[in-house]
C-alpha cells in the first residue's frame, strides 16, 4: 500500500489569487497523478506527473492554469492558478503501484476548494 | 480503448435492503477490477478488487464477481446499513504486458442509505 499525504485538506480563496496543494507519498514512486472532482462529478485526470521531466496534461488542462512540480520521487505539488469560482472542486492526488498482476490506485484525502 | 460503465445514481435504499450497482467494463487486454469508495469528505479508498475471471473480491460485507463473459463486476451487499452512504467507483486496470497503464474510473455511484 502507499500513505499520501495531502495539503490544505480545505480551502476558500478569492477569485484570482492561486493555491498550491501539497502531496507526499511515504515511499518512492515514478509517476504521481491529480485529478478534479466536480462536485456530484467523477474523477478527471488533470495531469500525470513524472520525476524530473514536464507534467503530461489530459485534453482541456494547460500548464499556466495548473502548474504542477514534481522535484523528487516522494513530493509533488498542484497549483491552481488564478482561480474562478469553477475551479471549486476537490483535487486529489494519486499514486498507483504495480505488481506483477495489476495496477492499483492510492489516494490522498483530497482537498477541498471553494473560490468565492 | 479501455473504458468503465457503471449505472446511474443517485441510489437511495432502505437500511438493511439488498444492494447492487451494476458495472461493465471495455478492455483491450486481461485486466484488473476494482471498486473504490468515496465517503463523504475524504479521498477514495480501495474497497475490492479481483484480478482474473471468476475471481470474488469481497471487504466489508461487499462482494464483486469477475465475470469476463458479460465483461461485468457488480457490487452486492446483501444488507447496506447507514454508514455505507458513500459513492462508489468502479475500475480497471488492464494487465501490464507492454507498457504502463492508468486505472481507469468509471463515473461513479452515489448511494444513499437511510434509517
Known amino acids: 500500500s502507499a500513505v499520501i499525504s495531502q495539503k490544505p485538506s480545505r480551502d476558500i480563496c478569492q477569485r484570482g489569487t492561486s493555491l498550491t496543494i501539497q502531496c507526499q507519498v511515504d515511499s518512492q514512486v515514478t509517476m504521481m497523478f491529480w485529478y478534479r472532482q466536480q462536485p456530484g462529478q467523477s474523477l478527471t485526470l488533470i495531469a500525470t506527473a513524472n520525476q524530473g521531466s514536464e507534467a503530461t496534461y489530459e485534453s482541456g488542462f494547460v500548464i499556466d492554469k495548473f502548474p504542477i512540480s514534481r522535484p523528487n520521487l516522494t513530493f509533488s505539488t498542484l497549483t491552481v492558478s488564478n482561480m474562478s469560482p469553477e475551479d471549486s472542486s476537490i483535487y486529489l492526488c494519486?499514486?498507483?503501484?504495480?505488481?506483477?498482476?495489476?495496477?492499483?490506485?492510492?489516494f490522498g484525502q483530497g482537498t477541498r476548494l471553494t473560490v468565492v | 480503448g479501455n473504458s468503465v460503465t457503471q449505472m446511474e445514481g443517485p441510489v437511495t435504499l432502505s437500511e438493511e435492503a439488498f444492494l447492487t450497482i451494476n458495472c461493465t467494463y471495455t478492455?483491450?487486454?486481461?485486466?484488473?477490477l476494482f471498486w473504490y469508495v468515496q465517503y463523504p469528505g475524504e479521498g477514495l479508498q480501495l474497497l475490492l478488487k479481483a484480478t482474473k475471471a471468476d475471481d470474488k473480491g469481497s471487504n466489508k460485507g461487499f462482494e464483486a464477481t469477475y465475470r469476463k463473459e458479460t465483461t461485468s463486476f457488480h457490487l452486492e451487499k446483501g444488507s447496506v446499513q447507514v454508514s455505507d452512504s458513500a459513492v462508489y467507483f468502479c475500475?480497471?486496470?488492464?494487465?501490464?504486458?507492454?507498457?504502463?497503464?492508468?486505472?481507469?474510473f468509471g463515473p461513479g455511484t452515489s448511494l444513499s442509505v437511510i434509517p
Open positions: 475500475a480497471l486496470s488492464d494487465d501490464i504486458k507492454t507498457s504502463y497503464d492508468k486505472v481507469i
Open positions: 494519486s499514486v498507483e503501484r504495480q505488481s506483477p498482476v495489476n495496477t492499483e490506485a492510492f
Open positions: 478492455a483491450t487486454g486481461y485486466p484488473s
